[in-house]
């Protein structure tokens, strides 16, 4: 629902949404759209002149509140103060919110399927509601007490409702149905409980059989009467006794809506024209101007004066419904197209538009941002978007209003740049949605598989790809939007289009469709086609370049595989080969790149985000990418930055999702339909958003989300330049240079790849110890780039770095190493006398430990000298184990070797340090000691016992 006002030529639109975001980190701040079907989704504050319309989930007004639900109806409070809504689907509620300070005042729920339409009294006493049809209910509520007064059935469709002005009785009109409902209290006995409504039907007479669509009761001197109107075109007046008086023949083929004032009648037809009548007599009195013709320019309209000029054999949009402002005599009018004006009437001579928009009649498919360039070569403004639709239309929309922006303004949209149509045929640019008894007035089928399904925007922002529902594939000149190619690629709808990095140096498009092929062009080669794959057996859902030397094609379909390809170069032209295959268990319907190319996220049925990486096809992460428990994953889409992707369910909602550690930072509500698009606008400051309701929302992300995406790009930005400056130091000190292969490069067997280098990096996260923080909260901070779990291998945006242990135990590298006796190699030399000269280079492997009794007669007496030296040493200095002891194997000086025996619980802590082997061999020579004692009698006692004690 939307309010909007204007004045003096120009005008200002405020736009209010039921409900807010589970997050403040994410609002709405604009809605390019409108889907009020009549005039029941339509209304105007009779006090401020502010209009309210629906568009989605959403009621466009002074400000924003969002629903669970999708609205159907709406109308304002007769002093301005309140807004009452209805809702679409199972067991829908009628809502009161209270305009200023956008809270719920009250919730009455009494009806199954949805609710047609909703009024106030204008005494403010009671709302009425009426159900659809298959509800048929019509309810009057004390919404004070939340408690319904009056029921009744009806069994018929009714399209709209009007309450008379002393609020005694309202009128519903519908199929063959004009039907008087009076509000009767018993005076004299108090009624607690629900009492059946009173209801009388208007007296018709022969035009009984007519579908009437538009009713309103008399204001001032005509409040005894009622008007309506139906389809075939009759404005009908019945009187105080519900007899129809007179009828007038409006002389159009279809006519939709109605609004009185005091002394008007306004009746909206087709071919956009709106019809006035004088109330008091119904006489004509003029009509008013029509909007623009369907298929017109915008571009072109910068003169004021080209709104009202006329094209020959022009068609113009029906009018859907109508709005009488009191306050300031403005008329707001809603035609076919999705169009919406607000009209001056105060003067009838001299009628002028106080304010218009244009949007999208159908499904808007895709959404794309127009690359960002600091010099002349941009064809279109900064912070420029484009959406396409199944009204075969590609409009060029920009939120910068501020007369520093430079751009020029047309007399129909602030937002609207410029519409391309792609057929030359407007059949399609009129909703036709909501009336089905009408069907196609010419005759001619509808086509149903028309409007373009997807565009994309060369990255040099020169060209605009686009293909549309029947498989064909057009190029346009963005500067003058001259169609340069039309090609019949595919045999079924065109899924996916994309265009090479501009890294790569060679300038492809791939187009994918639901044929099941994938085209590869060359666009240097005027799009002359290079290759067709068709590896997958099922719609291919999305189709990506990857890669920064070299090219790389990745892509998904509904069978449930990730194929990843490598480019060859083959004589003149580039062939893709299959270098992995990924199967999956479930669906898989969008994926999207990061900005290092390393990455790949991809939307699963499953509800869940799989992040490949682009070289090897290895998963490594899968993180929840909806919060509910219900659809599937539709879309996904990762910002400029690589810190944050959004990701669409089926469920109709958008959530904002941290990329790193998985966690949902945002989780929005406010299509009607499943949301088809998303990007993310290079200033880091919106996201935008595009889905099946035919509207386009534009979130404003938080301060805390943008500040986290620039820092991370100044990051990048600053590590690609320290990589420029190496390589360009690197390049200045080589004289030699290489010719590179056509052909795929190979490695030398002891060069690494980068993804063998991550591989390494990822084993060494494995021996990270846990920090105390990880313990206590298990993740990392929601708006800072963490890694989980099973996160990526290694912080992908920061240089390579040694792994460094962690934990109170760890010690740096760099001290003196700590060292024990019993190390196994040394073993030998403490417990082995062996001759000097055998210890060179060559027979130090050939050192082998020698038995006891070896070791008893080799010993020497100045051996025994040394061991009387240490314990003198040991007796006069107190005598400390040393932690390392040193030996000079190659030392020609030393002819002795150290004997150093350890005492009983010296023994024991240096086995106890020891590992492995050195453990067990210690215990082995005690135990040969005490064998050997006890074999040789009382002098192997007496030698043992010397030696344990010395």
């Avoid at 209910?137 to 004390?142: I, K, L, S």
């Avoid at 509000?183 to 409504?197: A, I, N």
């Avoid at 998963?619 to 919060?627: M, R």
Wanted: charged share 20%; proline share 4%.
């Amino acid at each position: 629902m939307s309010f909007s006002k204007g004045s003096g030529g120009s005008g200002w639109l405020c736009s209010l949404l039921v409900g807010l975001p589970v997050f403040s980190f994410v609002t709405l701040e604009k809605v390019l759209g409108i889907t009020a079907q009549n005039s029941s989704g339509l209304t105007c504050d009779p006090n401020t002149g502010y209009i309210a319309y629906l568009a989605g989930r959403k009621l466009i007004a002074s400000s924003f509140l969002v629903l669970r639900k999708a609205l159907s109806a709406l109308a304002f409070s007769p002093d301005g103060r309140y807004i009452v809504t209805g809702e679409n689907g199972h067991r829908p509620a009628v809502r009161i919110w209270d305009v200023e300070d956008k809270s719920q005042v009250a919730e009455m729920r009494g009806h199954k399927y949805g609710v047609a339409c909703v009024a106030f009294s204008p005494n403010m006493k009671h709302i009425v509601s009426m159900g659809y049809q298959h509800d048929m209910v019509v309810n009057v509520w004390d919404w004070k007490k939340d408690n319904v007064v009056a029921s009744n059935k009806v069994s018929c469709k009714v399209i709209a409702i009007s309450f008379s002005e002393d609020s005694s009785y309202f009128v519903t009109v519908g199929h063959r149905h004009v039907k008087f409902w009076f509000l009767e209290v018993s005076k004299e006995l108090k009624v607690t409980g629900t009492v059946p409504l009173v209801g009388r039907s208007g007296i018709l007479g022969e035009l009984h059989n007519n579908v009437f669509c538009g009713v309103a009761c008399g204001r001032g001197k005509m409040a005894g009467n009622t008007f309506c109107v139906s389809y075939s075109g009759l404005l009908c007046q019945f009187n105080e006794k519900r007899v129809l008086e007179k009828w007038i023949n409006l002389k159009v083929s279809l006519s939709s809506c109605l609004c009185v004032s005091e002394d008007l009648i306004f009746c909206g037809c087709t071919d956009g024209t709106v019809r006035i009548f004088q109330a008091h007599d119904m006489h004509y009195v003029t009509n008013l101007p029509k909007p623009h013709y369907l298929g017109v320019d915008v571009a072109q309209g910068l003169d004021p004066s080209f709104l009202f000029c006329r094209k020959a054999q022009s068609v113009y949009p029906d009018t859907v419904a109508l709005a009488f402002d009191p306050c300031h005599h403005w008329l707001s009018c809603v035609y076919k197209d999705h169009s919406i004006y607000v009209w001056d009437i105060q003067d009838l001579t001299k009628v002028g538009k106080v304010w218009s928009d244009l949007f999208h009649s159908s499904y808007v498919w895709n959404v794309e941002v127009y690359p960002e360039f600091e010099d002349q070569r941009a064809c279109l403004p900064s912070g420029s978007f484009l959406t396409c639709s199944s009204d075969n239309t590609i409009r060029f929309w920009n939120m910068e209003n501020s007369p520093t922006s430079g751009r020029p303004k047309n007399v129909f949209s602030n937002n609207l740049l410029k519409v391309v149509y792609v057929e030359n045929d407007i059949q399609h640019l009129q909703d036709i949605s909501h009336f089905p008894d009408r069907g196609n007035e010419n005759g001619t089928p509808v086509d149903m598989k028309s409007g373009v399904r997807v565009m994309q925007v060369s990255p040099d922002g020169q060209h605009l790809a686009s293909g549309d529902r029947s498989g064909n594939l057009r190029i346009h000149e963005l500067r003058f939007m001259d169609e340069l190619v039309k090609v019949e690629a595919h045999d079924a709808e065109v899924l996916c289009l994309e265009y090479s990095k501009p890294e790569t140096g060679v300038t492809l498009l791939a187009s994918a469709s639901r044929d099941r092929l994938i085209h590869v062009l060359n666009v240097e080669k005027n799009y002359n086609l290079e290759q067709t794959l068709d590896d997958h057996s099922s719609s291919i859902t999305a189709i990506k370049f990857a890669g920064n030397r070299d090219i790389q094609m990745i892509s998904c379909g509904a069978d449930k595989s990730i194929y990843f390809r490598s480019a060859q170069k083959v004589s003149d032209s580039l062939h893709f080969v299959r270098t992995h295959h990924v199967a999956e268990k479930t669906t898989l319907y969008d994926m999207d790149i990061d900005i290092t190319q390393k990455y790949v996220a991809v939307a699963c049925q499953d509800r869940n985000v799989r992040v490949y990486n682009t070289v090897n096809g290895k998963q490594k992460k899968c993180f929840k990418g909806s919060q509910g428990d219900d659809g599937s994953l539709l879309k996904v889409q990762v910002d400029p930055s690589g810190t944050f992707l959004a990701t669409s369910c089926s469920d109709k909602s958008i959530s904002v999702i941290d990329f790193y550690s998985g966690e949902c930072i945002a989780k929005m509500f406010g299509h009607s339909e499943i949301v088809t698009g998303m990007k993310f606008t290079y200033d880091c400051r919106h996201l935008i958003t595009v889905s099946g309701d035919s509207c386009v929302f534009i979130w404003q992300l938080g301060p805390e989300i943008t500040n986290c995406m620039k820092q991370h790009l100044m990051e990048i930005d600053h590590i690609d330049q320290q990589k420029k400056m190496k390589e360009t130091k690197w390049s200045s000190q080589r004289e030699t240079y290489v010719s590179v292969p056509s052909g795929p490069c190979s490695l030398s067997p002891g060069e690494q790849t980068e993804d063998e280098l991550e591989e390494e990096c990822e084993q060494q996260l494995l021996l990270k110890t846990p920090t105390k923080d990880s313990f206590e909260t298990g993740r990392s901070p929601p708006l800072t780039p963490g890694l989980g779990d099973d996160d990526m291998d290694g912080a992908t945006f920061h240089a390579k770095r040694s792994y460094q242990p962690h934990g109170r135990w760890a010690e740096r590298a760099d001290r003196e190493p700590i060292k024990t006796i019993l190390d196994a190699r040394d073993l030998n030399y403490y417990f082995s006398p062996v001759n000097p000269d055998m210890l060179d280079d060559s027979g130090l492997e050939k050192v082998e430990p020698k038995s006891l009794a070896q070791l008893l007669t080799e010993v020497s007496t100045p051996t025994l000298g040394l061991l009387g030296r240490l314990r003198h040493s040991q007796t006069e200095g107190g005598f400390r184990r040393p932690d390392f002891l040193q030996l000079d194997l190659e030392s020609s000086k030393t002819s002795d070797i150290i004997i150093y025996t350890l005492e009983p619980e010296a023994i024991r802590d240096r086995c106890a340090f020891s590992s492995g082997t050195n453990y067990y061999y210690c215990w082995w020579i005690l135990w040969g000691w005490w064998g050997w004692a006890l074999s040789a009698g009382p002098m192997g006692f007496w030698i043992g016992g010397w030696l344990w004690e010395g």
